[in-house]
């Protein structure tokens, strides 16, 4: 079976700083991908960042930065430069080939960016 | 338009209706979803259908329904609403299995409130 922890239920960041969002994840598949969204106060779920189990490089997306430590199972969110507009709700989220690629998601990190 | 568009937006019913949640895609996806989400929660599926004819149920199904009705819509159904049913309902949708990037695609939600 497969399963994602957030382990931060809320944060709070200084503007213009950079925050962490932890996410671990287990699952016994060698190929799997990670991936992070964003929920802002409007409810959508906003695709931000993938990372492949077999990219041998961290992805990044703009501001947004995946730190995959494969041997951890951990693979955590950077945001750099924090706006007032990165508030929200973000969840990680996996996919592996044995789950046929069916998502599963984490219970979520609120982050709190303050002015 | 969007990509994945659910109906309606918001719902409030009365408990004991049948309520009916309605999502279309044009992504040409064969995979599509139902979550549920809970407030401060993460998402939690309820029913999956990798094509028109393969529908699946997910982690919390009783006392939902789904119908295929084509590639490119994919309908919630509760038979017989109940008020602890009231959450925001995500509809998503994900490319072919063996792609390498796999993410999911999602509605702007719908907010339900059983009273």
């Known amino acids: 079976a497969q399963k994602i922890t957030q382990t931060q239920p809320g944060m709070f960041v200084q503007e213009k700083e950079a925050v962490t969002l932890d996410c671990t994840y287990d699952t016994s598949d060698q190929s799997y991908g990670l991936f992070w969204y964003k929920q802002p106060s409007s409810g959508e779920m906003i695709f931000l960042i993938y990372?492949?189990?077999?990219?041998?490089q961290n992805a990044t997306e703009g501001r947004y930065s995946l730190n995959f430590q494969k041997a951890r199972k951990s693979a955590n969110l950077v945001i750099s430069a924090s706006q007032l507009g990165d508030s929200a709700m973000y969840f990680c989220?996996?996919?592996?080939?044995?789950?046929?690629?069916?998502?599963?998601f984490g219970g979520g990190t609120r982050l709190m960016v303050k002015p | 338009d969007a990509d994945v568009t659910q109906t309606p937006r918001n719902r409030i019913t009365k408990t004991g209706k049948r309520i009916m949640l309605e999502c279309s895609q044009t992504?040409?996806?064969?995979?599509m979803y139902w979550y549920r989400q809970d407030p401060g929660l993460g998402l939690r599926l309820i029913y999956y259908s990798f094509d028109v004819k393969d529908i699946n149920k997910g982690e919390i199904s009783d006392g939902y329904s789904v119908s295929r009705q084509a590639q490119a819509k994919f309908s919630l159904s509760l038979e017989s609403a109940i008020p602890n049913q009231t959450a925001l309902y995500f509809c998503?949708?994900?490319?072919?299995?063996?792609?390498?990037?796999?993410?999911?695609?999602f509605g702007q939600g719908t907010r339900l409130t059983v009273v």
């Open positions: 998503a949708t994900q490319g072919v299995a063996g792609a390498k990037r796999t993410e999911a695609f």
């Open positions: 989220a996996m996919s592996t080939n044995n789950a046929g690629n069916m998502l599963t």
């Open positions: 992504k040409g996806h064969d995979r």
């Open positions: 990372q492949g189990s077999y990219d041998e």
